[in-house]
């Protein structure tokens, strides 16, 4: 009887690891909640152009560009990657508050997200970005060092790819992962996460590439990924670096949702960007 009781319970832990392995990606992506949209900038009242463009791979990505106010000085434009689930739709705050901030945005929405074509993927994610860098800097004509990358979450690990392959004026990293392996190991940590894990989005390796002003915002709150990751990451930065501790949980603690903190951020950006031109 014991040995039949063993028998079961290792071929179901077995079986929990082999889903874990070949399922990766329907564990990490969800693109399939909401792909529908709820809102676009007009109803918030910003102009946009809707842009749809095109990977190195084929894919089609759907996108917004917000321009910085009529009549204002553009500061430089935001590049936005969003984190898990939902699409651009769902991050018209985000839209809004760095056009009070003078800047102009641009966002996208990965592979397989939204109306964008195909299927998500770490690598897939990675040349999503580069195809935003591109429209950014050889279509709407921006230089490196008047973009600021900005990654939320999942979008955190993508900013930080790109910000390790072509310089922008400042990188912002809000509510972010040190690595897929390493969160893993913590909800799982009964499972050999770390050999399982094909999907690796390593933002604390990309750090130690990454030079140019870095600003870290994380919430002691959050409850899907721990503050310590937020504090590891800032700690392994190079300088010029900064911390932004907010409040609430991973979905409640936006920087917008806090005029200090949009303060803070502005004060960052108004340094990280004069510095870089």
Not at 6 to 31: D, N, R, T
Not at 66 to 92: D, Y
Not at 106 to 135: F, M, N, Q, V
Request: aromatic share 10%; with cysteine; proline share 5%.
């Amino acid at each position: 009887m014991l040995w039949s009781t063993l028998q079961i319970a290792l071929l179901v832990y077995l079986g929990v690891m082999a889903l874990i392995y070949f399922k990766q990606s329907s564990l990490v992506f969800l693109p399939e909640i909401d792909r529908g949209y709820r809102a676009s900038p007009a109803d918030i009242g910003l102009p946009f152009t809707a842009l749809t463009l095109a990977t190195s791979d084929g894919e089609t990505l759907d996108g917004w560009h917000v321009p910085a106010k009529p009549g204002s000085k553009e500061r430089g434009l935001v590049l936005i990657f969003h984190g898990n689930a939902g699409n651009i739709g769902h991050r018209l705050d985000y839209l809004g508050m760095f056009h009070t901030l003078g800047f102009a945005t641009l966002i996208i929405d990965y592979r397989g997200y939204g109306k964008s074509s195909g299927s998500p993927s770490e690598a897939g994610t990675y040349l999503d970005a580069d195809a935003a860098w591109r429209h950014a800097t050889q279509v709407l004509g921006f230089k490196p060092q008047r973009i600021v990358v900005f990654g939320e979450s999942l979008g955190g690990a993508v900013a930080a790819q790109l910000a390790a392959t072509h310089r922008p004026g400042a990188l912002v990293l809000a509510s972010t992962f040190s690595s897929v392996p390493d969160l893993g190991a913590e909800l799982y940590p009964l499972l050999p996460i770390r050999l399982l894990a094909r999907i690796r989005y390593d933002t604390l390796e990309r750090l130690a590439r990454i030079d140019c002003p870095l600003l870290l915002i994380h919430s002691r709150d959050d409850d899907i990924i721990p503050y310590h990751h937020g504090r590891r990451l800032f700690e392994a930065a190079r300088t010029p670096k900064q911390f932004i501790e907010m409040t609430g949980s991973h979905n409640e603690g936006f920087v917008f949702a806090r005029e200090d903190w949009v303060r803070q951020l502005d004060g960052f950006l108004a340094q990280a960007v004069a510095a870089a031109q």
